[in-house]
């Protein structure tokens, strides 16, 4: 049998910092809609997964602070895993309990509507603001951000019979000889 020399040959491995987003999923982002609720997708749940390591020692964050940031006139909505206080009544200003939509790990971040009143933004109901996420870090660690400045909006529709009164809605305006 011959023995294969591999000296001096480039090895290619997977890099342990790499974070590992799902496979098949959708690019990390946020979805906000009217009151204040901010709601992830799987891949943003990773990136919260992997902040949190870094931030508090622990996959698993069950509360995160949530602010936002003017850096040279872009805002950025920020959120961070922080360690849950120990009486939930008296916690610190702007953190929230983090919840999980769906078992698939999507995160979910409700009763945000004081921070956007106090940050002069109107969340308008019929609309999602949806933004892409990225990883950032500062003197308090890593914490997972997008650029407010460049969100989207999209109509929001929210379930099948809304969308199906939707249409019915617009069928009548034409069948009554008004246009839109």
Known sequence: MEVRNFKGAKVISVDPERIQLPLYGDAPQWRIGSPGTLLGNVA?????????KKRIATPDPTWVKVTFRDVSGQYFLTVAAVA???????????????KFASRAKAPAIRGLKALFEASRIELRPDVWYEMDTEIAEDEGGAFVCGCWTTATITPRIESQEDAAAAKQGTNAKHNNG???
Not at 84 to 92: A, D, G, L, V
Request: aromatic share 4%; glycine share 4%.
């Open 84 to 98: 849950p206080p120990e009486n939930p009544k008296q916690k610190e200003p702007d953190t929230y309990p983090l």
């Open 44 to 52: 943003t749940g990773v990136q919260l997964a992997e902040t949190s």
């Open 178 to 180: 008004e246009s839109q």
